[in-house]
């Protein structure tokens, strides 16, 4: 933000599970992803092994302004060091979801992952939706790529389709 645009106003209702639990929030002042934290029980931890998921709860629920919807994404070190990943990536919440923010985490990684109450375990970005009206016609425009589809472009700047 410039410092002169006024933030968009998103509507949070704490569960009693998330009590003492951070609101979600952007750890440095560029950053586009508001962390996410497990709203686990304190005395227990949740284990993720090797190729299993799980549904970690953050104790939030919100109200999106129309036209919006929330992407639940991967935090990159997670993903980085463990293998641990939303297994929807992006996740979606839609503007008219008034239900607990859940993440669905996986393990890619070797070893048994463990979450606390409280860690950070993925972040949340909020997005603008346009309204869509599809149309149909008898063809399309063309492009360079047509309908050349994975892979088509190759992989690095000498691989031809």
Do not use: C, W
């Not at 993720?48 to 935090?75: D, K, N, S, W, Y």
């Not at 929807?88 to 393990?107: C, F, M, Q, W």
């Not at 606390?116 to 399309?140: S, Y």
């Amino acid at each position: 933000m410039s410092g002169q645009e006024t933030p968009l106003r998103v509507e949070i209702r704490p569960l009693p599970h998330a009590e003492g639990l951070p609101l979600p929030e952007l750890k440095t002042a560029a950053a586009a992803g508001h962390d996410l934290s497990a709203a686990t029980p304190e005395a227990e931890e949740l284990t993720i092994a090797p190729g299993e998921r799980a549904l970690v709860p953050t104790g939030l629920t919100m109200a999106l302004p129309p036209g919006t919807e929330a992407q639940v994404r991967p935090r990159s070190g997670l993903a980085l060091k463990h293998g641990i990943t939303v297994l929807n990536t992006p996740g979606t919440i839609d503007a008219d979801y008034r239900g607990e923010i859940k993440v669905i985490l996986i393990n890619h990684g070797h070893e048994a992952f463990v979450i606390r109450r409280g860690d950070r375990i993925a972040q949340m970005v909020i997005q603008t939706v346009p309204l869509v009206q599809f149309a149909i016609v008898d063809e399309l425009d063309g492009t360079e790529r047509g309908s050349g589809g994975f892979g088509s472009t190759g992989t690095s700047s000498n691989t031809k389709p």
